[in-house]
């Protein structure tokens, strides 16, 4: 590789469409009172895959590119090795990778570093890629912020940890005390899209414990209960990982009288990174 040049890599149809440098791909939803019952806090979804942007894996995926491109990474290399627990990730990588004059994508399971060829590929691990919570920091959440105006909590659900990274360092910087919710699925719980405590720390995820506040489990039922709840309100329709951010904050409201108090009068965002399959 090495002869594709930064500004042919933004001039490719794909980045062209996509850059969430310049294309706005988040848009707030503000909840009704049938979905939220808190009448003084002001509940929002924070749609993150607007314009061209089919999930947020796509961002991330970007952004890990764009740095590997940057520093030089790609020269020589023809093959990307994903470490994939679902297949946004990969998909997402697959879509980019002829932007950036890669020719084939390989997805493994997490782990499994051994398998990939030595020649010519480069493991692309967003479970350890720096570059993952970048592109967070700089886009997501400055388009997040734009769009609420202002935010009192930003609720995450966990999964490589690169998300709750960068909006905390980003959020925090900009509000100061924005608190960040992370969650997870509950213990032997599995969840596409996330990971609980136990997968997280084998798959060696970035070290987002510092930048966050609190952490609640939700099961796989109630993830696909507040996925159906508010698909039915809110447009384009969250998926799975989103409802689960919806149920987890939706608990911690619950749950937690101080928490209430803390954002009485505020505006709490929670992250919706995927939509939902379309019905038929």
């Known amino acids: 590789m090495g002869k594709t040049s930064l500004n042919a890599i933004f001039a490719h149809p794909i980045i062209e469409a996509m850059n969430p440098y310049v294309h706005n791909f988040t848009a707030v939803r503000w909840l009704s009172n049938d979905l939220n019952p808190y009448s003084a806090i002001q509940i929002g979804a924070g749609i993150a895959f607007m314009n061209n942007i089919s999930h947020l894996k796509e961002v991330v995926a970007f952004g890990m590119m764009k740095e590997d491109y940057q520093n030089g990474r790609y020269n020589g290399i023809d093959t990307l090795v994903v ?31 051994a398998s990939r060829p030595m020649r010519g590929s480069l493991f692309f691990d967003q ?13 997501t959440g400055p388009q997040l912020l734009r769009s609420a105006g202002t935010i009192g909590m930003i609720v995450v659900v966990l999964d490589s940890g690169g998300t709750a990274i960068g909006l905390s360092r980003y959020l925090k910087t900009a509000c100061t005390d924005t608190i960040v919710l992370g969650v997870r699925p509950g213990r032997n719980e599995s969840i596409p899209g996330a990971q609980n405590a136990e997968q997280m720390k084998r798959s060696g995820t970035l070290p987002y414990e510092p930048m966050i506040d609190e952490i609640v489990e939700v099961g796989f039922g109630e993830a696909i ?26 608990k911690c409201l619950r749950l937690s009288p101080d928490m209430r108090e803390v ?3 505020r505006r709490v965002i929670f992250v919706c990174p995927d939509r939902s399959p379309p019905r038929l």
């Open 127 to 139: 479970y350890s890629h720096p570059g993952n919570a970048h592109i967070h920091e700089e886009c």
């Open 83 to 113: 470490p994939s627990i679902n297949d946004n990730i990969a998909q997402a990588t697959a879509i980019l990778a002829p932007a950036f004059g890669i020719e084939r994508v390989q997805s493994v399971a997490p782990g499994e570093k």
């Open 225 to 250: 209960f507040g996925m159906h709840k508010i698909s039915k309100k809110v447009y384009p329709n969250p998926g799975l990982s989103s409802g689960m951010a919806y149920m987890g904050m939706m």
């Open 263 to 265: 954002l009485f009068g």
